[in-house]
Nanobody
Framework: QVQVVESGGGLVQAGGSLRLSCAAS????????MGWFRQAPGKEREFVAC????????DYADSVNGRFTISRDNVKNTLYLQMNSPNPEDTAVYYC????????????????????WGQGTQVTVSS
């Protein structure tokens, strides 16, 4: 099975930028669809972005579309989330998740579709 560990979180000013990384170990992620989720205090975990195992398909939550970019480097076994122009509403713990994908372009948007999760990295956006 694959293990994933997030990094890159921290404090960022609104309008700035931040890049989160998710390093995988145990197995290559080349056959895993991947996703980013987040959870703010008192709220449920919500979908942020996802990418197919082939990397040719991506999807985003409406709230981040146009500002965040998900990407993957299968050689480095790493998933990324580039966060541009964040705002205070983006403050949350961000989680990386992985699941084996049967079809190269299939996307997974629900938390219960993912089998493997990291511990999360805190992102705080100041106004």
């Amino acid at each position: 099975q694959v293990q994933v560990v997030e990094s890159g979180g921290g404090l960022v000013q609104a309008g700035g930028s931040l890049r989160l990384s998710c390093a995988a170990s145990g197995r290559t992620i080349s056959s895993y669809a991947m996703g980013w989720f987040r959870q703010a205090p008192g709220k449920e975990r919500e979908f942020v972005a996802c990418i197919s195992w082939s990397g040719d398909s991506t999807d985003y939550a409406d709230s981040v579309n146009g500002r965040f970019t998900i990407s993957r480097d299968n050689v480095k076994n790493t998933l990324y989330l580039q966060m541009n122009s964040p705002n205070p509403e983006d403050t949350a713990v961000y989680y990386c998740a992985a699941t084996q994908g049967r079809y190269r372009s299939k996307l997974f948007r629900r938390p219960d579709e993912y089998a493997y999760w990291g511990q999360g990295t805190q992102v705080t956006v100041s106004s």
